[in-house]
Nanobody, 125 residues
Framework: QVQLEESGGGLVQAGDSLRLSCAGS????????LGWLRQAPGKEREFVAV????????RYSDSVKGRFTISRDNAKSTVYLQMNSLKPDDTAVYYC??????????????????WGQGTQVTVSS
């Protein structure tokens, strides 16, 4: 298994940027597909972005495509989410999640095996 810890959340204004980080420990980081998912109050957890084990492939939800960028550094056991042009609708708790078993990257929250505790991102209008 792997333990995950997110950081970098905060309160920003619409149009600002944030970079979230997720540090992993416990096993070789490169064996996991890594995703970012978010959950707003009263809503189900939804997919944001995912990156493959090697970092060669990425996928994004339509709502963040062109604004967010996911990346990883396996040597540092860290995955990042660069968030630009933030909108109030981006307000949510953002979770880092690891998928060990899938052969290809997936967007469904149920795909992921391990989760961090989340970091709050609040975007004011």
């Amino acid at each position: 298994q792997v333990q995950l810890e997110e950081s970098g959340g905060g309160l920003v204004q619409a149009g600002d940027s944030l970079r979230l980080s997720c540090a992993g420990s416990g096993r070789t980081f490169g064996i996991y597909n890594l995703g970012w998912l978010r959950q707003a109050p009263g809503k189900e957890r939804e997919f944001v972005a995912v990156i493959s084990r090697s970092g060669a492939s990425t996928r994004y939800s339509d709502s963040v495509k062109g604004r967010f960028t996911i990346s990883r550094d396996n040597a540092k056991s860290t995955v990042y989410l660069q968030m630009n042009s933030l909108k109030p609708d981006d307000t949510a708790v953002y979770y880092c999640a690891a998928d060990r078993t899938s052969l290809t990257i997936r967007t469904q929250a149920q795909t992921y095996d391990y989760w961090g505790q989340g970091t709050q991102v609040t975007v004011s209008s």
